[in-house]
């Protein structure tokens, strides 16, 4: 029986099927890839972050590798949903739906008042992180980005894999990812409504045309049983309607 490829794009903490705990069971209706993006590897040393190598390998996941049929869903959260916008972007005909989950698509707002803030209170320690150790800078990144006053906002990924500090020391700004356009494909926008800066995101998305939800998690709503059934339903929804455009 063919079954539609969903394919999971993780942030930056944890990785690869680790990543995504709620939505493992997918795998019983869909063909589900739990990916890990360029420099997560849980033997090889961290490396640093490439948007570009990123949206390769999201595309490659959804190349035609005999199952007959090529394209699919994609699945992101947060770091990750850059690789999957630029790829939709480049190939908007394989990509069936986009779900950004805590979507960290900065470079699109840059210029709004959210997003503006977090770069001056964040820059600074972009600026310096090569002189930072990996703890170091791991406990300032979360000190600054997550402390917020918000039920499970005070850490961007829980659990840490190892290797997590130098892997998240290495990644670029997400403000400097060259992604100005928004793919003209099925997008749900999934937030956990604890912070401005994601609601920002989403309500630039909104108004092109994306979905917008939210769920309880902080920034995690797809671990939440709403974040999850959010997930799920609109990869449904989006497969219907598609199937009976094309019947």
Same mark, same amino acid.
């Given at each position: 029986?063919?079954?539609?490829?969903?394919?999971?794009?993780?942030?930056?903490?944890?990785?690869?099927?680790?990543?995504?705990?709620?939505?493992?069971?997918?795998?019983? !209706?869909?063909?589900?890839?739990?990916?890990?993006?360029?420099?997560?590897?849980?033997?090889?040393?961290?490396?640093?972050?490439?948007?570009?190598?990123?949206?390769?390998?999201?595309?490659?996941? /959804?190349?035609?590798?005999?199952?007959?049929?090529? &394209?699919?869903? =994609?699945?992101?959260?947060?770091?990750?949903?850059?690789?999957?916008?630029?790829?939709?972007?480049?190939?908007?005909? +394989? =990509?069936? $739906? /986009?779900?950004?989950?805590?979507?960290?698509?900065?470079?699109?707002?840059?210029?709004?008042?959210?997003?503006?803030?977090?770069?001056?209170?964040?820059?600074?320690?972009?600026?310096?992180?090569?002189?930072? $150790?990996?703890? !170091?800078?791991?406990?300032?990144?979360?000190?600054?980005?997550?402390?917020?006053?918000?039920? &499970?906002?005070?850490?961007?990924?829980?659990?840490?894999?190892? &290797?997590?500090?130098?892997?998240?020391?290495?990644?670029?700004?997400?403000?400097?990812?060259?992604?100005?356009?928004?793919?003209?494909?099925?997008? +749900? =926008?999934?937030?956990?409504?604890?912070?401005?800066?994601?609601?920002?995101?989403?309500?630039?998305?909104?108004?092109? &045309?994306?979905?917008?939800?939210?769920?309880?998690?902080?920034?995690?709503?797809? !671990? $939440?049983?709403?974040?999850?059934?959010?997930?799920?339903?609109?990869?449904?929804? =989006?497969?219907?309607?598609?199937?009976?455009?094309?019947?």
């Amino acid at each position: 029986m063919f079954k539609q490829r969903v394919v999971f794009v993780h942030g930056d903490g944890s990785f690869g099927a680790a990543a995504w705990p709620k939505q493992h069971g997918m795998a019983l !209706d869909y063909d589900a890839l739990f990916l890990r993006r360029h420099g997560f590897d849980a033997v090889a040393e961290p490396l640093e972050s490439n948007f570009a190598a990123d949206a390769a390998i999201v595309l490659a996941s /959804l190349a035609d590798d005999g199952r007959g049929e090529a &394209g699919g869903h =994609v699945v992101a959260h947060s770091q990750g949903a850059i690789a999957a916008m630029m790829a939709a972007v480049e190939r908007p005909d +394989l =990509v069936q $739906s /986009l779900t950004l989950v805590e979507p960290a698509c900065l470079s699109l707002t840059a210029e709004l008042p959210a997003t503006a803030a977090h770069r001056a209170l964040m820059q600074p320690l972009f600026d310096v992180r090569h002189n930072l $150790s990996d703890d !170091d800078f791991q406990r300032e990144f979360i000190r600054r980005a997550f402390a917020a006053d918000a039920p &499970g906002a005070t850490t961007p990924e829980a659990p840490l894999p190892s &290797g997590a500090g130098r892997r998240l020391r290495l990644q670029a700004p997400p403000w400097e990812a060259p992604l100005q356009i928004v793919p003209g494909v099925p997008t +749900l =926008v999934l937030t956990g409504g604890w912070e401005p800066l994601y609601e920002e995101i989403a309500g630039y998305l909104r108004e092109t &045309g994306a979905l917008h939800r939210t769920a309880p998690g902080g920034h995690r709503p797809q !671990d $939440s049983t709403e974040g999850d059934r959010a997930i799920r339903s609109y990869i449904a929804e =989006v497969s219907r309607h598609q199937h009976a455009r094309a019947s």
